[in-house]
DNA sequence: CGGCTTGCTGAGCAACGCTCAACAAGCTAC
DNA sequence: GTAGCTTGTTGAGCGTTGCTCAGCAAGCCG
């Protein structure tokens, strides 16, 4: 009590670039116990050991901070996903579905929350993760040789919605063997667009 | 300015049942334009003329709240989705299915908010909707005639979250005929649970 | 009219998102 | 080396919102 208040911290001052990219970081590792829009400024600013005005500075405002979280997860998600440049089509497809559930046998809490967190309430935070599936669904078309049109697009994405919440029901409790889930997603994939 | 106070309501006193039910009512019309969990206590209290206090004394904390607004929507899709009693098994899932559609038709921006709502963040709205969800699948495999085991579980879950999605993107623009659309569905369960 | 139940309110606290003026770390110029 | 600039960083503080609590008052009974 009676020393000098001794600064704990040396003030150590970082780039913009690193400080904005420890604070999505911070994001990314919170995200599996609290979801994003529930991500509190003080708790990250407290992790961070940085003042909330800080964050501020970085971020205009929460929504654009926990959307910057939320985007930096999806991109994650899509570069584990992507095909090596390349790869057959015909092997893209199965190769992406393999690896998809890799992914949430890997990080299934996290990649659960990043789902609900996408799929739940907030527009900002849907769009971010709307955009990436969109995408996925150019690449999938593509590589089946498909037309990129509307009703295409619409079967496609109902069965991301089928397989993702088959894989991650299946990876709570499988049901089947790894190899027969990922016959079976590949099946109703290619029934649904073969009419 | 100068004239009396003039208590602008004469002070209605309300039976509790009645008081809880019109907040819920209040809940439901306003989850169209707002996530459920962004509700906020003044907004409601507001267009109920009561105050602020009053709606924690019906309702704990604000979760308890909106957790009972979306037990009232689960409970409105429940019973419109219910086959009448003595429906034949054959009928009941073709009937549920249309009258799913029909919901979503009707209703598609305020149902489209509830499911958003309910796959969102918070565990306790989500688990009012898994619930309904849990009840909808025993309906199902009792009127298909099939155990319903965790693998047939599963996969009629995630034929849920096919239906969903897919429905959802009809209504908004519709790329095959309504009976196609029944027909496509009806199509994909069958040859799911025929494994 | 006195007394009881209970629907209801207002003042007020704590947490949180957000603003703003000012401080100070680290670089460059002289 | 020091003057001066840029910019990373902070603390004080405001408004909103979830939530508490002591107490008022509407309606009923004796």
New binding site residues.
């Given amino acids: 009590m009676t020393g000098s208040p001794s600064p704990p911290?040396p003030?150590?001052?970082?780039?913009?670039g690193?400080?904005r990219a420890q604070l999505v970081q911070i994001g990314l590792e919170l995200l599996p116990t609290t979801p994003v829009q529930?991500?509190?400024?003080?708790?990250v600013?407290r992790r961070?050991?940085?003042?909330?005005?800080?964050?501020?500075?970085?971020?205009?405002?929460?929504?654009?901070?926990y959307t910057a979280v939320t985007r930096a997860a999806a991109d994650l998600l899509w570069e584990h996903l992507m095909p090596a440049p390349g790869t057959p089509p015909e092997e893209q497809v199965t190769g992406m579905l393999d690896r998809y559930v890799g992914w949430v046998e890997t990080f299934r809490e996290s990649h659960l929350a990043f789902v609900r967190g996408a799929a739940g309430g907030d527009p900002w935070v849907s769009e971010v993760y709307e955009e990436t599936r969109g995408r996925l669904v150019e690449v999938a078309l593509a590589a089946l040789g498909l037309p990129d049109d509307a009703r295409h697009r619409q079967l496609v994405l109902a069965w991301f919605a089928f397989t993702e919440d088959l894989v991650g029901s299946w990876a709570d409790e499988p049901t089947m063997t790894r190899p027969e889930l990922l016959a079976l997603l590949r099946d109703v994939l290619d029934r649904l667009v073969a009419r």
Avoid: P, Q, V
């Fill in positions: 911290h003030r150590l001052r970082r780039t913009a690193d400080r529930e991500l509190t400024i003080d708790e600013a961070a050991g940085i003042s909330r005005s800080l964050l501020f500075h970085y971020f205009a405002n929460k929504r654009e901070y």
